[in-house]
Nanobody
Framework: QVQLVESGGGLVQAGGSLRLSCAAS????????MGWFRQPPGKEREFVAA????????YYADSVKGRFTISRDNAKNTVYLQMNSLKPEDTAGYYC??????????????WGQGTQVTVSS
């Protein structure tokens, strides 16, 4: 199994940037497709971004396309989510996941505990 720990969340003003990290242990992330999800207060968790095993293919929700970038550093066994031009509606708990089989239904084998991102207007 793989353990995932997110970090890098915090409070930022609209228009600002944050970089989230997801540190994996137990297994190399090169063995898994990786994804980021978020859950705004009172709402269901939603797909944000995904990366193929190699990192060669990436996918984004329309709401973040052009603003967020998912990337991997396999040597550090870490996946990142660079978030630019943040909006108040980006406020959510952000979760890293591994080995997802359905991003829409949020079916993933492994989940991190989440890190909070709050964007002030």
């Amino acid at each position: 199994q793989v353990q995932l720990v997110e970090s890098g969340g915090g409070l930022v003003q609209a228009g600002g940037s944050l970089r989230l990290s997801c540190a994996a242990s137990g297994r190399t992330i090169s063995s898994y497709a990786m994804g980021w999800f978020r859950q705004p207060p009172g709402k269901e968790r939603e797909f944000v971004a995904a990366s193929s095993m190699s990192g060669g293919s990436t996918y984004y929700a329309d709401s973040v396309k052009g603003r967020f970038t998912i990337s991997r550093d396999n040597a550090k066994n870490t996946v990142y989510l660079q978030m630019n031009s943040l909006k108040p509606e980006d406020t959510a708990g952000y979760y890293c996941a591994a080995a997802c089989t359905d991003y829409v239904r949020r079916v993933c084998a492994y989940w991190g505990q989440g890190t909070q991102v709050t964007v002030s207007s």
